[in-house]
């Protein structure tokens, strides 16, 4: 199994108010590269960010599924942050 398939199982099981930012997120994402002027990406970025954390956080999802997500979406790596 590859990690594209890992993720995408993972992704299946999450909270909806995740999955709702991450389509949201991804909705912007196209919006934004289509269209310079579209100016709420910044939100959609902020706001995905923020559902991890609080997924990771509560329990909902694991720290290392967190990361995943982070990479995946943000483009964030674990420990690129200080």
Known sequence: ??????TSNVEEMLPS???ESIDKFVE????SEADKSYMQFDCDYCE???D???AEVEGIISSEEAWNLRKKYLG???GTID
């Open 1 to 6: 199994m590859n990690e594209n398939t890992r």
């Open 17 to 19: 108010f995740l999955k």
């Open 28 to 31: 912007g994402k196209m919006k």
């Open 48 to 50: 995905l960010q923020s």
């Open 52 to 54: 991890i954390n609080v």
């Open 76 to 78: 964030i790596n674990k």
